[in-house]
């Protein structure tokens, strides 16, 4: 079993766009049972991450594509990576390699808060600022100082 951090939501995590924060919410609350999953747990977990993830970056493409968004083709890329990491896993799980699984897990917690933190907060400012003119303001409690979190 992985050491890894479970990832958990929390105000640390929002990014001040609703439609966003609960696509992430999803993201945090399908990736925390793949971390902990029995063996044969993993197939049904995966296929369940992998659905809502075409789903989420489906949702946060079209935000860009249909807004403007300038750097969107470094992320959309970046989207379509994961996905591909993903469904390449994904055969191999069926095949038996759990092992593949539990590093993409590892990988996909790793990967989401600095994906999040960097282009998503970053697209969260832009669909903020064609609705309403300005960056959005997120409020966020019982934030960790960045020692404590480490």
């Given at each position: 079993m992985s050491h890894t951090a479970t990832l958990v939501w929390g105000d640390h995590l929002l990014m001040g766009h609703g439609p966003m924060d609960e696509l992430h919410e999803e993201f945090v609350e399908l990736i925390a049972p793949l971390q902990t999953a029995e063996d044969s747990e993993l197939p049904s977990l995966l296929q369940?991450?992998?659905a809502h993830l075409q789903h989420h970056f489906a949702e946060e493409d079209q935000w860009m594509l249909?807004?403007?968004f300038p750097p969107r083709d470094c992320h959309i890329d970046e989207h379509?990576?994961?996905l591909k990491s993903v469904a390449e896993v994904r055969v191999k799980l069926a095949e038996g390699n759990v092992a593949l699984c539990r590093?993409?897990?590892k990988?996909?917690?790793d990967w989401f808060p600095g994906h999040a933190t960097h282009l998503d907060s970053a697209l969260a400012h832009w669909l903020s600022k064609q609705r309403f003119g300005g960056k959005p303001?997120?409020?966020r409690r019982n934030i960790l100082s960045s020692a404590?979190?480490?």
């Open positions: 369940a991450m992998e249909s807004t403007g379509a990576a994961v590093d993409l897990t990988a996909l917690v303001v997120v409020i404590e979190s480490h």
